[in-house]
């Protein structure tokens, strides 16, 4: 009985001192055997504080119901009526596609109110099969409002008028010869306005925004025919001429400063072109050499440059 006895203690030892702790020194393992029982001691002691207080929530009859929030009414509602407080798998939920449409307002890239541009193009003539007409031209323009905007702008042809070839091979073959006029200058004044402007994107991830405008005005264009008909005795003068504009044009900023443009413009004027027939009496009467006048369209076309001034600029309202 006695033998019994002691090896129930024997057992009851080594269950309670880890296999490990025969490998340390004695003192350690009294240390560490006295701290086991101390936690063995705390977790019984939170077993029972967890069994009393599951006690009382079963006395009180109250159990834990999903979507009971401390301090809301949502718990309320939930303990009522369970089904109300649904449990969302988010796994789920997260794999669900997106279908919600999301509109962002966002503010002009380009404010051109209150603003100066100021452009440098080149033009040249896209209707005239005999004569080209080819300019540098200069512009300014003042934006009252952000689609508006009242200006002016240059063209210098003189030094640029060239006879095409085509014109020559024809009286050379077919013993026809065409009026011809050069132009010298013309300047206008011009309305301008922005009905459209947005952005597109290119070159992968790169945006570039835009904007369209049309644009009229009138002026005065100083042409001259070209003696073709009576060249050795006929020298004509540059004379300013009516002219009225109209066009469209398309701009691509590179910021909120710099743009690049592309421009197509019709210059109407009634030009004065030479007489087709030649004065054998006197051939030196200046009142002999003008023929018909002729309703002219000088469609061109320009590609330029386009400054804004101020550089920058504020928005009045907050972003």
Not at 9 to 38: D, H, M, R, T, Y
């Amino acid at each position: 009985m006695k033998e019994s006895r002691i090896g129930l203690l024997v057992v009851a030892a080594l269950g309670i001192f880890p296999a490990n702790a025969w490998a340390q020194a004695k003192a350690a393992v009294g240390a560490e055997a006295s701290a086991e029982g101390e936690a063995s001691a705390e977790a019984g002691g939170e077993a029972a504080a967890g069994g009393e207080a599951a006690a009382a929530g079963d006395a009180e009859g109250e159990g834990e119901v999903p979507g009971d929030v401390p301090g809301s009414d949502v718990g309320d509602i939930c303990k009522i009526d369970p089904a109300a407080c649904p449990v969302l798998d988010m796994d789920k939920e997260a794999k669900r596609p997106i279908k919600e449409n999301l509109f962002a307002v966002q503010q002009n890239y380009v404010q051109r109110v209150r603003r100066f541009e100021f452009q440098l193009a080149w033009g040249i003539t896209l209707n005239d099969q005999f004569v080209s007409h080819d300019a540098p031209t200069i512009a300014a323009n003042y934006y009252i409002s952000n689609v508006l905007a009242i200006g002016g702008n240059f063209n210098y042809y003189q030094p640029f008028n060239v006879d095409k070839e085509f014109n020559a091979q024809v009286r050379r073959a077919a013993r026809v010869a065409v009026p011809l006029t050069e132009y010298f200058w013309g300047a206008a004044l011009n309305f301008t306005y922005v009905p459209a402007y947005g952005k597109f994107s290119g070159f992968s991830d790169f945006i570039f925004h835009y904007d369209a405008y049309v644009v009229g005005g009138v002026g005065a264009l100083s042409t001259r025919p070209i003696p073709v008909i009576d060249p050795d005795n006929r020298n004509f003068e540059f004379e300013p001429k009516l002219a009225f504009n109209a066009g469209v044009g398309l701009r691509i900023f590179f910021n909120k400063w710099f743009a690049a443009g592309l421009e197509v413009r019709d210059y109407i004027f009634n030009d004065r072109l030479e007489s087709l027939e030649e004065d054998p009496v006197n051939p030196q009467d200046k009142a002999t050499w003008y023929g018909e006048n002729s309703l002219t369209n000088h469609v061109q076309a320009q590609v330029g440059l386009s400054i804004f001034l101020p550089f920058s600029f504020d928005y009045r309202l907050a972003k």
